[in-house]
């Protein structure tokens, strides 16, 4: 299958592309940029050939011969969508909406999306559902909502969407992140010996490592098109769903001599638990390979094997924010976030 993946240099893609091009496809990749600079260690065999272009500008020669395209190439996490609202719309939004539109008339058959449980926002009671009325607290979240109406409408005979709503990531990576939740935790574990928590804890979050992402995009690009023809899926496994506070916990049991300490209740009022049970039975092939208690092994072990200092982990190409914040602040892209060179 020929495959273009947009963020091949991001944090899943430079997992994914590799893990692709190992099960025998041909992959072209679309990224940017904007976190080239950031690279934690060499852990990938392959590596695919990759243009860097905003998706803005992908025009219909990019797509020729395509069979399937997976879409990540957005504005990362909930600060960086707050940092620039409107061109948080223009790119994952109306950007997203044009390569659906575009992938469509090229005659590509499959388009995966990267969606997000984080659309769920504030949930009570029983474990959400792909059923579940969405709840999104962000601009990135609510981005991930109209994706998923405007493309689904797209979907017909010849056009075959589907929605991967992941849990919050987690793991090791080339392409690190060390602003999400159980990395920066790690991230803190190793550097200064201490998580110390501004918040009790309380909230839930379910955690899927970007490896069991990785399976899933593969899994759903090779399933039958009627099991993933305009279907969104939970990515995760519901034995997943996790306390921050647990997190925490895992991870300061996991990095030696660690502190941990809790504080009163924080203002993020995001809290929400998950039910994976659609991908587990219907996505062939699929079944998770981690939970937090292996990753923060993992993590341990590579912070170990690269010696990871505190400026590292501190380093801006490591956290979104940072990195789109130096770069607005250099000029080196404009305020419509495009490359100004």
């Not at 934690?40 to 069979?67: F, H, S, W």
């Not at 941990?260 to 659609?278: A, I, P, T």
Request: aromatic residues 10%; charged residues 20%; hydrophobic residues 40%.
């Amino acid at each position: 299958m020929n495959i273009l993946v947009t963020g091949t240099e991001g944090y899943i893609g430079s997992l994914l592309a590799p893990m692709l091009i190992q099960r025998g496809h041909k992959v072209l990749g679309v990224d940017t940029g904007f976190y080239k600079v950031g690279w934690l260690y060499n852990g990938t065999e392959y590596t695919a050939k990759t243009y860097n272009k905003d998706i803005r500008r992908i025009v219909a020669e990019d797509l020729q011969d395509v069979d399937a395209v997976v879409h990540m190439a957005e504005l990362s996490n909930d600060p960086t969508g707050q940092l620039s609202p409107n061109i948080t719309y223009d790119i994952n939004h109306k950007g997203s909406v044009r390569l659906a539109e575009l992938a469509k008339a090229a005659g590509v058959r499959r388009f995966v999306y990267m969606s997000s449980c984080s659309v769920y926002g504030v949930a009570t009671g029983d474990d959400v559902t792909e059923e579940s009325a969405v709840n999104p607290q962000t601009a990135y979240a609510e981005c991930k909502t109209l994706v998923e109406r405007d493309v689904q409408a797209m979907a017909d005979d010849g056009f075959s969407p589907t929605f991967m709503r992941n849990a919050t990531a987690f793991g090791a990576s080339p392409r690190m992140r060390f602003d999400i939740v159980l990395n920066n935790l790690a991230g803190l574990a190793w550097t200064t010996k201490e998580i110390k928590m501004t918040s009790d804890g309380t909230p839930w979050r379910p955690l899927v490592h970007v490896l069991d992402i990785c399976k899933a995009i593969a899994c759903a690009l090779e399933a039958p098109r009627d099991i993933i023809h305009n279907q969104i899926f939970n990515v995760g496994d519901t034995a997943n769903n996790y306390r921050v506070r647990e997190v925490a916990q895992i991870v300061a049991n996991v990095f030696p001599d660690c502190q941990l300490s809790f504080g009163e209740n924080g203002s993020d009022n995001r809290s929400y638990r998950v039910s994976f049970e659609k991908i587990n039975k219907t996505l062939p092939g699929f079944k998770c390979d981690w939970n937090a208690l292996l990753g923060a092994q993992q993590l341990f072990n590579y912070f170990t094997l690269i010696d990871m200092s505190k400026e590292t982990f501190l380093f801006r190409g490591f956290t979104r924010l940072k990195q789109l914040e130096y770069l607005i602040n250099t000029q080196q892209i404009d305020e419509n976030f495009f490359w100004t060179y």
